[in-house]
């Protein structure tokens, strides 16, 4: 352990453009429990959340492939060795950047609800107040195909089918499922073992598969052998769109061959704001990022550096912050293409000094516009991955993809061995608001990929874990622009979530000291203790290039994943 933070010190020494008293600050962090060393490398790197997808996405990079082509083949490897986390019946969204323009370019490819599927139809069903997680009403058209698509004709170097490769072969050949993932399974599975098609895929024996034991989805591998071959087509259209829409309408959904042809991702352009010299980037709605960018506005107004990595006036300024950004992103972000949504007052640089100057500096607010459909988000919508790739030119792709809940609605149409995600539940009901359900409108988003730039130091990066993940983005950006430390760190560091939207409850890691959870308490804040490292903070992964275009890469020690960098070609000859 000795070894390995030392190292860990002198690659930030090596490494790194600071100032003494940045790298002072550094080398403190990184000689506190924080785990690992950044990977670093003059190729590319791929860091996600399961080896054996950051694996096959540094193998695409070996061969040729871009950033993009590796980021799409880890995902999809993702969905067989986690698939209650993502998949192809999800949504994604990502961030890429392009090294020789310098340009970001933002897809939004979260998919839209049924023409059908209105509050009218709900209500003639007796559904009126929110949508059932576990119906086939909440499946919203997938996005995350037509997002490969989109991203791989724009970006792609290799065919598709190269791409596809090493996840057709692990759901035919069978993989080994990992710690975690077995754990997060076994629960998930006893709740949807009744579900339509899940047992018979996601419940092998009778049991979701142990650690170490090996998992196949041939059916999935057929659905994938279909995208390989025919691109978005071999999924919104043909065999596997007629299995899904017979299912559908077996179930009593209501879509239909036109929700699914008609779908197409969005390219847009990403968000920004200005934090202590850096350029933080974000999507725009309908997803949460803005939330993030609130969040660090306000918490710019406060001398942070000053107070010192989570002591208690760092926390509380955070903490406070995180509510009054929370509350403004659930009151005004929805699909742009059916409201107008403010994102130039919510991300104002007055509107954050105003909301600064509203935090108590000695006590919780416990009151922030709470709702019906506030309470509903509250518990719902943790499984998610997120995966980042930077290749030997530095091109970076920031990828989030999810279903939503564990094995989102946990329906599995028969013969497509994958589960449809229950997006849609994070629609409301009620008429007239910016999130409201409507045909081919698309839901408020949990998922976000993020991005930061200071002159030639660029990261992707990205956090899991439903309406976690902004605020865990804001405390990653925190660590490195407040606190110098590196992706590494950033990403180890003990965190804090908190899960509702009212209140004043806080969920905080058991490695920030105990006088300091303390002086937190005493301050109105009620804190849950969870373990070190525990995967309730979500689980990152990020990527940097620097000045001389050395790669570093990082993940999560609350996952089971790691960054894995390229191996030169040469060593495949």
């Not at 010192?308 to 005004?332: C, Q, R, T, W």
């Not at 991300?347 to 709470?370: E, F, G, Q, Y």
Request: proline share 6%.
């Amino acid at each position: 352990m000795r070894t390995s933070l030392l190292l860990g010190v002198v690659l930030v020494s090596l490494f790194s453009f600071r100032t003494s008293a940045q790298t002072k600050r550094v080398n403190e962090t990184r000689g506190r429990n924080y785990g690992r060393s950044m990977v670093v490398s003059g190729l590319g790197i791929v860091a996600t959340s399961q080896t054996l997808a950051s694996a096959a996405g540094a193998d695409i990079l070996r061969d040729g492939g871009s950033a993009v082509d590796a980021a799409i083949a880890a995902n999809a490897v993702l969905g067989v060795t986690e698939p209650m986390m993502n998949g192809i019946g999800g949504d994604l969204f990502a961030i890429v950047y392009e090294a020789g323009s310098k340009k970001l370019y933002g897809l939004n490819s979260s998919g839209w609800a049924p023409q059908g599927l209105t509050i009218e139809f709900l209500k003639s069903r007796g559904i009126t107040k929110s949508l059932p997680g576990g119906s086939i009403q909440s499946t919203t058209v997938p996005g995350a195909v037509a997002g490969w698509d989109a991203l791989h004709q724009r970006f792609g170097k290799l065919p598709l089918a190269r791409v596809l490769a090493p996840a057709i072969y692990y759901a035919k050949e069978g993989v080994p499922i990992a710690e975690m993932v077995s754990r997060v399974w076994a629960a998930a599975g006893r709740q949807l073992e009744n579900q339509p098609g899940f047992r018979q895929v996601f419940l092998p024996g009778g049991h979701a598969p142990r650690t170490g034991e090996i998992f196949r989805d041939a059916d999935l591998a057929q659905s994938l052998e279909l995208i390989a071959l025919h691109g978005r087509d071999g999924f919104y259209r043909g065999p596997l769109a007629q299995k899904l829409l017979r299912f559908s309408r077996e179930q009593g959904g209501t879509m239909s061959e036109q929700d699914l042809a008609d779908f197409q991702p969005e390219w847009v352009t990403p968000i920004s704001t200005a934090y202590r010299g850096w350029t933080v980037s974000e999507l725009p709605p309908n997803g949460q990022g803005i939330a993030a960018l609130s969040m660090l506005n306000i918490m710019e107004q406060f001398p942070l550096p000053e107070y010192g990595h989570n002591s208690v006036k760092a926390l509380h300024i955070m903490i406070e912050a995180k509510k009054l950004a929370y509350a403004d992103l659930m009151e005004y972000t929805g699909d742009p293409r059916f409201s107008r949504i403010p994102v130039d007052q919510l991300l104002s640089k007055d509107l954050a000094r105003r909301r600064a100057d509203s935090i108590d500096p000695s006590h919780a607010h416990c009151t922030v516009l709470p709702s019906d459909f506030t309470a509903k988000l509250n518990a719902m919508g943790s499984e998610t991955t997120y995966l980042t790739a930077i290749d030997q030119n530095g091109n970076i792709v920031s990828l989030i993809q999810s279903n939503f809940a564990s094995f989102g609605t946990g329906l599995v149409a028969p013969g497509t061995g994958f589960a449809l995600q229950n997006r849609g539940e994070l629609f409301t009901l009620e008429p007239g608001k910016p999130n409201s359900l409507a045909p081919h409108k698309r839901p408020l988003h949990t998922i976000i990929p993020g991005f930061m730039q200071k002159g030639e130091e660029v990261i992707g990066f990205g956090i899991m874990g439903g309406f976690n993940q902004a605020q865990a983005h804001a405390q990653f950006v925190s660590n490195i622009a407040d606190f110098g430390m590196n992706i590494q760190a950033a990403l180890s560091a003990p965190r804090f979530t908190k899960p509702t939207f009212a209140g004043c409850d806080l969920i905080i890691e058991s490695r920030i000291p105990e006088a300091v959870r303390d002086q937190l308490a005493g301050m109105g804040h009620q804190l849950d203790l969870v373990p070190e490292y525990s995967p309730e903070m979500g689980r990152g992964n990020a990527v940097m290039t620097d000045v001389r275009g050395v790669k570093y890469g990082a993940s999560d020690p609350r996952g089971d994943g790691e960054a894995i960098p390229q191996t030169p070609r040469a060593y495949a000859q």
